[in-house]
């Protein structure tokens, strides 16, 4: 499976985007998906995670409460709204997926990643 990260870009603290991740070459619906990003000189970080149905979903807890991961199995499609951003969540932010059935949490897990889309969120 292919993945297209899109929807980042350049918002003011307090603001809020919505990621899409765009999946082709398979149906997303046999994969359960995860938000991962990495912030300049940082590793790369856990974000949320959301398994194959939709109906399991992890948070870091730096994002609970302002972060909504979902997914559109119909349009092969996983989204992260983001809302309440902060200059802490500027990131490159990349989808992820796996076969596996959980929503897992650590890259390791993931076996297939997109290209990652800038999120900067000015002060």
């Known amino acids: 499976v292919q993945l297209q990260a899109s929807g980042g870009g350049l918002v003011q603290a307090g603001g809020s985007l919505r990621l899409s991740c765009a999946a082709s070459g398979g149906p997303v619906s046999m994969y359960a998906m995860g938000w991962f990003r990495q912030a300049p000189g940082k590793e790369r970080e856990f974000v949320s995670a959301?398994?194959?149905?939709?109906?399991?979903?992890s948070y870091a807890d730096s994002v609970k409460g302002r972060f909504t991961i979902s997914r559109d199995n119909a349009k092969n499609t996983v989204y992260l709204q983001m809302n309440s951003l902060n200059p802490e969540d500027t990131a490159v932010y990349y989808c992820?997926?796996?076969?596996?059935?959980?929503?897992?949490?650590?890259?390791?897990?993931?076996?297939?990643w997109g290209q990652g889309t800038q999120v900067t969120v000015s002060s």
């Open positions: 992820a997926a796996t076969t596996g059935g959980y929503a897992y949490s650590r890259a390791n897990d993931h076996d297939y």
């Open positions: 959301v398994n194959w149905s939709g109906g399991s979903i």
